[in-house]
């Protein structure tokens, strides 16, 4: 063989490598880049369903009260309860007032510092005597049980945030229901016993002790201050 024969043979092989070789390459980058697909008869998986958001129930409340509301009234036969002040007097330099209160009617001390106990019965009423500081004032609550204000029946007694239920309405009210509507509150004073003010004759005399007597114009005399 000669060598012109020998190098066309050589050349010939090596174009043949080298063409498998860069065949193989581009079949192996063409591999790469390919975009799977999904076929006709296939599903994508299921995603999960969240439930939707429920709003919370809004409170049922009773209906406000109105200036058209009307009120309940109490039997025509009920009168507000009173409490009589019969004298005021001393006793060992301690103030007491003499309360008079119709048969029946109970009573509450509302003022701290004063007290009053059962006294007896005078003409059918119940007497009662209280005491605390001197030449001050004090209440009582005053209260008639017989007379009760009827009450409306309402499904919903329920109010918002800093509203109080009136039962006797059927409403919901920013005033604080009175507890018993046939009460009263009723005012007394009491007397200063740091003075005989019975013993002062002289008007000047009762001015100068003014913090407990008064001068009584009229009779001419001193007086307690009530």
Do not use: H
């Not at 109105?66 to 330099?93: G, H, I, N, R």
């Not at 001390?109 to 005597?129: E, H, N, P, S, W």
């Not at 008639?144 to 239920?165: G, H, K, L, R, S």
């Amino acid at each position: 063989m000669n060598k012109k024969i020998y190098w066309i043979i050589l050349t010939g092989l090596l174009l043949t490598v080298l063409t498998t070789a860069c065949n193989l390459a581009i079949s192996q980058s063409a591999d790469a880049t390919t975009v799977p697909t999904v076929s006709a008869t296939e599903t994508p998986a299921a995603t999960a369903t969240l439930p939707a958001p429920t709003a919370s129930p809004t409170p049922a409340f009773a209906p406000f009260c109105t200036a058209d509301t009307v009120s309940v009234l109490p039997p025509s036969q009920c009168q507000a309860p009173v409490a009589e002040e019969s004298s005021t007097f001393c006793s060992e330099k301690d103030p007491y007032n003499l309360i008079l209160l119709d048969p029946g009617l109970t009573y509450e001390v509302l003022t701290k510092g004063f007290k009053c106990t059962d006294a007896g019965k005078k003409d059918d009423r119940q007497m009662i005597t209280c005491t605390g500081l001197m030449s001050s004032t004090f209440e009582l609550n005053v209260c008639d049980p017989t007379c009760v204000i009827p009450t409306v029946e309402a499904a919903i007694t329920q109010c918002p945030q800093d509203y109080f239920y009136n039962d006797v309405q059927g409403c919901c009210t920013q005033e604080a229901q009175q507890v018993n509507q046939t009460c009263t509150v009723q005012k007394f004073n009491t007397t200063s016993c740091t003075a005989n003010c019975d013993n002062i004759r002289r008007k000047s005399n009762c001015l100068k002790n003014s913090f407990a007597c008064v001068w009584n114009y009229e009779e001419k005399s001193c007086k307690f201050r009530k």
